[in-house]
């Protein structure tokens, strides 16, 4: 049944959608870890335009 179901929807599901769909998926573990190490990207910056 479950087989059936699926043969059925997949083909209505253009490839372009999946491919955006998994685009944003993956975006997700990013934008959640990024502002606990946004401090160390600032201070890598900081140092690095620091002239001397």
């Known amino acids: 049944m479950n087989a059936d179901v699926a043969s059925r929807f997949s083909g209505n599901i ?4 999946v491919r955006m769909a998994l685009c944003v998926v993956a975006m997700g573990p990013i934008l959640i870890v990024y502002p606990f190490f946004q401090k160390y ?8 335009a620091v002239k001397g």
């Open 14 to 17: 253009p490839e372009d959608a």
């Open 41 to 48: 990207f600032i201070q890598g910056l900081t140092i690095g």
